[in-house]
């Protein structure tokens, strides 16, 4: 199967098989977004862009007849519920009628959900789900997509859904994750999501814009950083790096700011609940999240262990490294 990311800066492209308990990629590839195509996650010039997939995909050599795609959006609506425990066959259609009470328009939505394990402690014929919505204009897109490449559709995934998925029984970096809690944070060059996990399973998420755009265009200013390409592969954000560079400091450090904040949000959000341990590590993926010092510098400030995603045991095959700026398109392979 194909599965692709396309971001507002990078197009990723996996072809891959789901196995038990995880994904065995033969073939990853990415290329650069065409300038203009793609805002936020609804694509905007889908004749060009489905040129650029079907040239991709042929230059690589990928030959797989269907295809996923995996989106994230500030315009994707996430929301906790509790609602009534029964039968699962019918969970949809309470999460819907939920939903739909909970956001104006709600009908041009296409609803989701995952259920969350964390109990309602006041009552116990009650439970949470993580409710997902997302436009139907933007599934419209991707379906018109789908049909250009003369591909056969498998799924149309949200990032948090199927993130889950690759998730749910993995060790992270060689290390078991199953009685830990975690948070996940997905920073690209203009949103951030963030994933809450205890014991491997999603608790909560949620998708902000991030602050990489004002942070860019400072970089862009000094010299040895003349495009974003030079910047991915050169800027150090490690705490030493900048004590060392006074000029790219002061930008740096409002830029890594504003993500630990956001962070610590997170943190303060898993406090009320109430899970079986506190977070014990942040780790990072997405194009900005793998920057060279940014973990270290993370870790720092919010003086917990950080990492970039480099191994997960549910990933076989092709992806020995960058697996970080892949996670998603990946994860879309995955199976429930």
Do not use: W
């Not at 507002?8 to 065995?24: D, L, M, P, R």
């Not at 007849?65 to 949809?92: A, N, Q, W, Y």
């Not at 897109?141 to 990032?159: C, E, F, G, I, V």
């Not at 590590?281 to 720092?300: H, M, P, Q, R, W």
Request: charged share 15%.
């Amino acid at each position: 199967m194909i599965s692709v990311d396309i971001g507002n800066s990078f197009i990723k492209i996996v072809n891959g098989e789901a196995k038990k308990g995880g994904v065995t990629v033969s073939k990853a590839v990415m290329v650069p977004t065409p300038a203009g195509f793609v805002s936020d996650g609804n694509l905007l010039n889908l004749q060009q862009l489905s040129e650029t997939l079907l040239q991709t995909i042929k230059a690589s050599g990928i030959s797989s007849h269907t295809i996923c795609f995996t989106v994230g959006s500030t315009e994707i609506l996430h929301r906790e519920l509790i609602v009534p425990k029964g039968d699962p066959k019918r969970m949809i259609l309470v999460v819907q009628n939920e939903m739909f009470q909970h956001l104006s328009g709600a009908d041009q939505y296409s609803i989701d959900y995952l259920f969350n394990d964390t109990p309602v402690e006041d009552n116990p014929l009650m439970q949470r789900v993580n409710a997902s919505g997302m436009p139907k204009k933007m599934a419209t897109q991707y379906l018109t997509l789908t049909n250009a490449l003369h591909l056969k559709p498998d799924s149309l995934q949200m990032h948090p859904s199927a993130v889950a998925k690759l998730l749910k029984s993995a060790s992270v970096n060689g290390a078991a994750v199953a009685q830990k809690s975690f948070i996940v944070c997905d920073i690209g060059t203009s949103l951030m999501h963030l994933y809450l996990y205890s014991g491997n399973k999603l608790i909560f998420s949620r998708c902000i814009k991030n602050a990489f755009p004002e942070f860019l265009r400072s970089l862009l200013m000094l010299d040895g950083f003349d495009t974003p390409e030079q910047i991915a592969q050169n800027v150090d954000l490690s705490p030493a790096a900048l004590a060392e560079n006074t000029k790219l400091s002061f930008p740096a450090g409002l830029f890594i700011s504003s993500l630990s904040e956001e962070i610590q949000r997170m943190i303060q959000f898993s406090l009320s609940r109430r899970l079986n341990s506190p977070v014990e590590e942040i780790y990072l993926c997405g194009g900005v999240g793998s920057f060279k010092g940014l973990a270290a510098n993370l870790s720092a400030q919010l003086d917990l262990p950080a990492a970039v995603v480099d191994r997960l045991s549910t990933v076989s095959g092709a992806l020995t490294e960058n697996l970080s700026l892949y996670i998603n398109a990946v994860a879309a392979i995955a199976e429930p």
